[in-house]
């Protein structure tokens, strides 16, 4: 998110642009009313975004590695043990429960979580996202050793094709998280840098290709509307590959329009988010904490209860009745930490935001003999296929695809937002007796409940569901479409809840099927 046009000139509506998204980020996480439409493309038009605009150094993947490190590693590094201290502080004087809702495990652990892509580490769920862009630029520095003087479809093949193995290995659960969503988003990356290269963008200029686009646009978002497609790339939740590259193109298109139109016809409200926009990577590191600041606000206003400041995100009956409050709130807070940090120069040198020390940077790993320097490159793409292989393993993987080709299955009575009603149905096919991973995230509106399996009519194993994330596993045989019924003690109907029209009967969310061979 931290990025410039490569001439070192910004573009009004490039900054308008994020900003806009910057904000939909904010809000999607205090689950307001508008997140069927924000989830829909907002973070995939990000990585469109930072392809489009992004610095690159071609071919120079030490140089990439120094100076992208120190503007987008440093600031994680710094701010997540300043978090860690903080929550270490707070667990010693015994008021960590008020402010932290997940058990403390330990620096160990949180450092680890943080690795290998988890996003529910407490103030700092959004950074996952600088991981996977630095990864992004740093894969792409490297095949651009490998591969040099390409055009830009042997790009897209290639970013296709790594693509492909990305999303094989989602499927397959092979790999960090981290390193799977560089895999995929880099091709969302790399269609950012061709929509630049090829000018697409001057194409919604025309006003009846504009109004064209626009009509698309709005059946688009209709469509996935009323079919339930949502995206969260965190987690790796969308439809298909296929769908959603359309729904963040179609989201990322109407942006691009409503941005140009803000930037020709507004002037004081553009300024609002030409600013937000040149601030993003602050909110991006801050905006959690900056919930806690809102919870704190709505609390002494007898809003919230304190129970509920603990919480990452708000609950669905605050978020939608305060989303406005809580996230504006935290934007203001993130800005004013933002405009401090960036007042002093030892505080800009400490987040990685001091130019001076960037240009510095890349002048000190300037190597004159060009042998030494053919020679750090061939280590250093040795040591990526090497990593690469490691990651994904091809043994375990073509294990993985062999028993996946030896079972099937389906969950019947689910909604297309992963959530279940009262009852479901799982049918599965398998050649072989096998475990059933079923992870499922019960929801605040339900505290606790209970779940019964049945096989056949019987009721086989029952599990109690506590708030939050939930694995449970169930032994199953060896069977040509068996079904599955598990049936569920408490449901809740969202209208009751926040008046958003919504009767469903509802659970629990179905976060991933897995089935793994019995050993």
Request: charge should be positive; glycine fraction near 6%; hydrophobic fraction near 50%.
């Given at each position: ?58 071919g120079?993947p ?70 996977v ?5 740093l ?66 200029d ?89 919870y ?13 400041i ?17 996230a504006?709130?935290s ?29 510095l ?30 990651q ?23 909604y ?32 606790e ?71």
């Amino acid at each position: 998110m931290r990025i410039q046009e490569t001439t070192g000139k910004r573009i009004e509506w490039i900054d308008i642009f994020k900003g806009l998204l910057m904000i939909m980020v904010v809000v999607g996480h205090t689950t307001g009313r508008f997140n069927m439409f924000i989830y829909q493309f907002h973070v995939g038009a990000f990585f469109l975004i930072s392809g489009m605009v992004a610095k690159n150094i071609e071919g120079d993947p030490l140089k990439c590695l120094v100076k992208k490190g120190y503007g987008l590693l440093l600031p994680i590094v710094v701010v997540f043990a300043t978090f860690l201290f903080i929550m270490r502080l707070f667990f010693k004087i015994g008021v960590y429960h008020i402010f932290f809702q997940q058990e403390y495990y330990g620096i160990p652990f949180f450092c680890r979580q943080l690795v290998h892509g988890n996003i529910y580490i407490e103030w700092l769920g959004a950074a996952w996202f600088i991981i996977v862009l630095f990864g992004i630029m740093l894969l792409w520095e490297t095949i651009g050793v490998v591969f040099k003087d390409k055009n830009v479809y042997i790009n897209l093949c290639i970013s296709f094709f790594i693509a492909c193995i990305g999303i094989f290995m989602q499927m397959s659960e092979k790999g960090s998280m981290s390193f799977r969503l560089v895999l995929i988003t880099q091709f969302i990356y790399m269609c950012g840098k061709i929509i630049k290269e090829k000018n697409i963008t001057e194409y919604l200029d025309n006003g009846k290709i504009c109004l064209l686009v626009l009509i698309i646009n709005i059946a688009l978002f209709i469509f996935f509307r009323k079919n339930n497609y949502i995206m969260d790339i965190a987690t790796g939740t969308w439809p298909n590959p296929l769908i959603a590259w359309v729904m963040i193109l179609n989201g990322a298109s109407f942006l691009c329009i409503f941005c140009k139109m803000l930037e020709r016809y507004t002037k004081y409200l553009k300024s609002v988010f030409i600013y937000i926009g040149k601030n993003t990577f602050g909110i991006l590191l801050f905006h959690f904490m900056g919930f806690k600041v809102a919870y704190l606000v709505l609390y002494m206003l007898n809003v919230m209860p304190k129970e509920d400041i603990a919480l990452l995100c708000p609950k669905a009956e605050v978020g939608n009745l305060y989303w406005w409050l809580i996230a504006g709130i935290s934007i203001g807070v993130c800005l004013l930490i933002w405009q401090i940090i960036k007042n002093f120069k030892i505080t800009r040198i400490i987040m990685g935001q001091d130019k001076s020390v960037e240009v510095l940077l890349g002048q000190k790993i300037k190597i004159s003999d060009c042998n030494i320097r053919k020679l750090l490159y061939y280590i250093w793409v040795i040591v990526t296929i090497i990593y690469f292989v490691y990651q994904i393993n091809p043994r375990d993987m073509y294990s993985a695809y062999i028993f996946e080709k030896n079972k099937q299955y389906n969950v019947e009575e689910i909604y297309g937002d992963k959530f279940l009603g009262e009852t479901a149905t799982i049918e599965y096919t398998s050649k072989q007796d096998a475990i059933m991973n079923i992870e499922l995230f019960q929801t605040d509106e339900i505290k606790e409940n209970i779940l019964k399996v049945y096989i056949e009519g019987k009721c086989i194993n029952q599990y109690n569901l506590s708030c939050g994330s939930n694995m449970i596993q169930i032994e199953v045989p060896a069977a040509e479409k068996q079904k599955i019924d598990i049936v569920f003690d408490k449901y809740f109907i969202p209208d009751e809840v926040s008046g958003s029209g919504d009767e469903r009967k509802l659970t629990c969310q179905l976060i991933d099927i897995q089935l793994e061979r019995k050993r």
